[in-house]
Nanobody, 116 residues
């Protein structure tokens, strides 16, 4: 079980950048593929970026080319660098293991607000 804690959200103007961090407890963190998810008001939570234990990344089309996921297994931390932010990126951002669902333990997330 991964117990994530997300940091780094905030308010930014369109076109700006933010870097999110997620520190996850659990001795098997380095073995797990991890992902960033987001939930906008009125929408379901969606996965936007994932990374394997070895560092191979994948992205949803909506963020491809603008967001970059990375991880530091020595620090049990996953990062999300977000560039060229758009108002539609406004959401609460969460990290968790890849494939997490509503039965999985989630952190509180971190709010990202992008103004036009």
């Amino acid at each position: 079980q991964v117990q994530p804690v997300e940091f780094g959200g905030g308010w930014v103007q369109a076109g700006g950048s933010l870097r999110l961090s997620c520190q996850a407890s659990g001795s098997i963190f380095s073995l797990l593929p991890m992902a960033w998810y987001r939930q906008a008001p009125g929408n379901q939570r969606e996965m936007i970026a994932s990374i394997t234990s070895g560092g191979t990344a994948d992205y949803a089309n909506s963020v491809k080319g603008r967001f970059n996921i990375s991880r530091d297994n020595n620090k049990n931390t996953v990062y999300l660098q977000m560039n060229s932010l758009k108002p539609e990126d406004t959401a609460v951002y969460y990290c968790n293991r890849l494939g997490a669902n509503e039965a999985t333990a989630w952190g509180r997330g971190t709010q990202v607000t992008v103004s036009s």
